[in-house]
């Protein structure tokens, strides 16, 4: 039987007619399909125990639906397959994997994730940790309920270019100690993209390395063209204002309360990070 976990508060509220969809697909293939909005599920325990050890679970939301089930679960008491279908706004964690199908295999990418600490609370993540200019566009577009587009995002952006400054920030990466006194925006990154497809970090490949990509001291006129450049990767050509470092321990600290987000997951009054691989 094939399980479907909705999120229906992913996609801007479309979800319905297109897990319908969904349903009808996978019943062409003489599979019996259950339907669950993930929100209605109390008892977490419970319900993984009602299930058979040949059904299959498949996942429709995006990143944040994600990060919210590997932070609930733990992805390793679940014996049975874990797919994973397309139905966030950004779905950067599935455009990292690259494959076209329509059931992704996700399980074995869930195991063994990085965490980040936050006001004494421990959170795994599955693409990106970030603090500044990305997390203030993400709070400009919460705060304004407004839908999550391309269009939406741009005028984020655009504000959030009128609104923020520089922080100075200090780094620890491994034990060895980093400070700027001018950044713009700091991901920390396990996959290799965020914001619907910017593809920040363009080497990291999901593996034993965390990579840390800063940009700092550069203008604010030429942060405005360097910034749209991160959608192909681009940004890493201004190396005088654009560093990646690769770390498996980085502590972050600002030295002001910033915006952040943890895999598209809003932060406030951000002052430290400690991120772990």
């Known amino acids: 039987m094939d399980i479907i976990l909705f999120n229906p508060k992913s996609r801007n509220g479309q979800h319905p007619r297109f897990v319908e969809r969904l349903k009808k697909k996978l019943k062409k293939t003489h599979h019996?399909?259950?339907?669950?909005?993930?929100?209605?599920?109390?008892?977490?325990?419970?319900?993984?125990?009602?299930?058979?050890?040949?059904?299959?679970?498949i996942i429709v939301g995006g990143d944040g639906t994600l990060n919210r089930l590997v932070n609930t679960i733990?992805?390793?008491?679940?014996?049975?397959?874990?797919?994973?279908?397309?139905?966030?706004?950004?779905?950067?964690?599935?455009?990292s994997l690259n494959q076209?199908?329509?059931l992704?295999?996700?399980?074995?990418?869930?195991?063994?994730?990085?965490?980040?600490?936050?006001?004494?609370?421990?959170y795994q993540f599955i693409n990106g940790v970030g603090v500044g200019l990305d997390g203030l566009v993400g709070h400009i577009i919460d705060t304004e309920h407004a839908k999550k587009t391309s269009m939406s995002y741009l005028r984020a952006t655009l504000k959030g270019f009128v609104k923020h400054q520089p922080s100075a920030m200090r780094f620890t990466m491994d034990g060895k100690?980093?400070?700027h006194e001018r950044v713009w925006m700091v991901s920390i990154m396990?996959?290799?993209?965020?914001?619907?497809?910017?593809?920040?970090?363009?080497?990291a490949k999901r593996d034993d390395k965390?990579?840390?990509?800063?940009?700092?001291?550069?203008?604010?006129?030429?942060?405005?063209?360097?910034?749209?450049?991160?959608?192909?990767?681009?940004h890493v050509w201004f190396k005088r204002y654009v560093e990646i470092h690769q770390a498996t321990d980085v502590i972050v600290e600002t030295k002001m309360p910033l915006h952040g987000e943890i895999d598209g997951e809003l932060l406030k009054d951000v002052k430290k990070l400690h991120i772990k691989r």
């Open 177 to 179: 100690p980093l400070t």
């Open 32 to 57: 019996a399909v259950v339907m669950k909005n993930m929100l209605d599920i109390d008892h977490v325990d419970a319900f993984l125990s009602e299930i058979q050890i040949d059904d299959r679970l």
């Open 210 to 234: 965390l990579h840390v990509v800063i940009i700092k001291d550069c203008p604010k006129w030429l942060l405005f063209f360097i910034f749209p450049l991160i959608y192909i990767g681009k």
């Open 190 to 203: 396990f996959g290799n993209k965020f914001g619907g497809g910017m593809l920040i970090a363009p080497q």
């Open 74 to 95: 733990n992805i390793s008491d679940i014996k049975q397959d874990i797919f994973m279908v397309k139905g966030g706004t950004g779905n950067d964690f599935l455009r």
């Open 100 to 102: 076209k199908v329509l």
């Open 104 to 122: 992704v295999p996700v399980k074995a990418y869930l195991l063994n994730l990085p965490t980040v600490l936050i006001k004494e609370q421990t």
